[in-house]
């Protein structure tokens, strides 16, 4: 490559660019949690893939250099630091949970909006980790208002960046079928979705009202 579109890079990736010519020229994948920097090097240029920190924190899993537990535990850290896009399975959400006191921590309320909120995630995929987190925490959770806590924020964070409406139908039909031996819990469960409905509309009726006073 030129000297001088080398340059080019440099200036656009700072110190980065160092790492990207190492993994170029050595033919070895570049550990990077920068999107940018990633797409960059695989462009035809550098030819070399990136790999992340959850991508090797998966891999230690399956070789069994790092246990479920402290590998839900770096998750965990990943999420709370803001890392951008973490998939997270029901099991792992509900052992996050557990670390959380099996309540609707601030944490834990952070946790779920940013593992369960649109538009990241495939709708069907994060409604069924959405319906089995919510069957785990009916079964141990043994305070109910803490269940309704925790329910509460799960609905509140898979109606973010999605259609409302569609999405806590979807949700009701996916319950439904997640909950098939606790039949019994599911007419709470859609009041509770119905009351979640009314506080959404009841706050956008009060931002409403508030900006119409102050227009005034």
Same mark, same amino acid.
């Given at each position: ?109 952070? *946790? ?101 006073? *102050?227009?005034?």
């Amino acid at each position: 490559m030129p000297s001088e579109q080398l340059e080019q890079y440099e200036e656009v990736l700072g110190a980065s660019a160092a790492s990207l010519f190492v993994a170029s020229d050595t033919k070895l994948p570049l550990y990077a949690d920068d999107l940018g920097l990633n797409q960059i090097a695989a462009i035809p240029e550098w030819q070399v893939q990136g790999v992340s920190t959850p991508a090797v924190l998966a891999r230690m899993k399956s070789r069994g250099l790092l246990t479920a537990i402290k590998h839900c535990a770096a998750l965990k850290t990943l999420i709370l630091a803001n890392y951008h896009v973490i998939s997270v399975n029901s099991q792992q959400l509900w052992w996050i949970c557990q670390s959380e006191g099996k309540k609707a921590t601030p944490s834990m309320e952070r *946790i779920l909006k940013l593992t369960l909120q649109g538009p990241e995630w495939e709708v069907e995929s994060v409604l069924r980790v959405a319906a089995e987190f919510t069957y785990q925490v009916w079964l141990e959770v043994q305070q109910q208002d803490e269940k309704l806590r925790l329910f509460d924020c799960v609905v509140g964070a898979l109606v973010l960046g999605r259609d409302d409406a569609q999405t806590r139908t979807q949700f009701k039909e996916v319950l439904e079928k997640i909950f098939i031996n606790l039949p019994q819990v599911l007419p709470l469960i859609n009041e509770r979705v119905a009351s979640y409905e009314q506080m959404s509309d009841d706050r956008g009726q009060e931002t409403v009202t508030e900006k119409s006073e *102050i227009a005034d």
